[in-house]
């Protein structure tokens, strides 16, 4: 069991409305925002400890995240890695997945949490190495979506895609120069979709383990889009088949 703490005003409130697992709230002494004492009358309904402290301390506590005058300390009960996948999607009729292939930026990846949540996304999945982890930074960005949605960091992101299929999980990768559109592929079953790094996009391995790949459709002289945006555009176009 691991402490993690949370910055921002948002990413506070949101944890505080998801019943998070918090020990305390950290607000800044002369703060005047009237949604910081709407954060600190909430702590105290939930019974959660909160404390006033100077800015140069609660600059401390955030490690480097814009914290609008406000951390909160959430005791995470558990990491989830790839032994987890099986109980996380055994009892889900139409899993949904997202595979982040080496995301390292922290505002993508709780761009892409916050997405996943909001799309209802089963779990997210990263590998270990050379990705980031649930930073202060991420979970501020997430905004609730990195207490909603298990983020699971596997060791061997091949293997673990290989696991998937076997589970019957269809892995649809995305990449630029495929043949095939993304509006094309049926997504409306068990369905992963693998979205790779900012710079390289998805790895050959990853693309190896993929059972389509597609791309997304744009007007001539436009190449990419930034992961966060696409990882949007796909799990709500899955979505949209869904519903």
């Known amino acids: 069991m691991t402490d993690a703490w949370i910055a921002g005003i948002n990413a506070v409130a949101a944890a505080l409305e998801a ?12 703060a005047k925002n009237p949604r910081l004492q709407e954060i600190a009358a909430a702590a105290k ?3 959660i400890s ?3 402290v100077p800015t140069e301390q609660l600059d401390r506590l955030a490690q480097g ?8 300390q959430q005791v995470e009960q558990r990491n989830y890695d790839e032994r987890d996948l099986e109980g996380l999607i055994e009892f889900v009729a139409k899993p ?18 916050r997405t996943a949540a909001a799309a209802g996304v089963t779990a997210v999945v990263v590998p270990k190495d050379r990705a980031v982890g649930l930073t202060p930074t991420v ?9 909603r949605v298990p983020l699971v960091r596997v060791t061997n992101l091949a293997r673990t895609m290989k696991q998937l299929q076997e589970a019957g999980v269809w892995i649809v990768g995305l990449a ?11 997504l409306t079953g068990p369905i992963a979709i693998a979205m790779g790094s900012e710079g390289d996009g998805l790895r050959r391995l990853s693309r190896e383990h993929c059972d389509y790949l597609a791309h997304i ?11 966060s945006v696409a990882t949007g555009i796909c799990l709500f176009e899955a979505l949209r088949q869904r519903r």
Do not use: W
Request: net charge negative; charged share 20%; hydrophobic share 45%.
């Open 50 to 52: 909160v404390r006033f």
């Open 45 to 47: 309904a939930a019974e």
């Open 217 to 227: 459709p744009m007007h001539c002289g436009m190449e990419s889009l930034n992961v």
């Open 139 to 147: 979970r501020k960005i997430a905004a609730g979506g990195a207490e």
């Open 176 to 186: 630029g120069e495929a043949a095939s559109n993304l509006y094309e592929i049926d």
């Open 96 to 113: 949904l997945l997202l595979i982040l292939d080496g995301v390292q930026d922290p505002h993508n990846l709780g761009a892409c949490l």
């Open 19 to 30: 019943g998070a697992s918090l020990t305390e709230v950290v607000i800044e002494q002369r």
């Open 65 to 72: 995240a814009r914290h609008q005058g406000v951390v909160a």
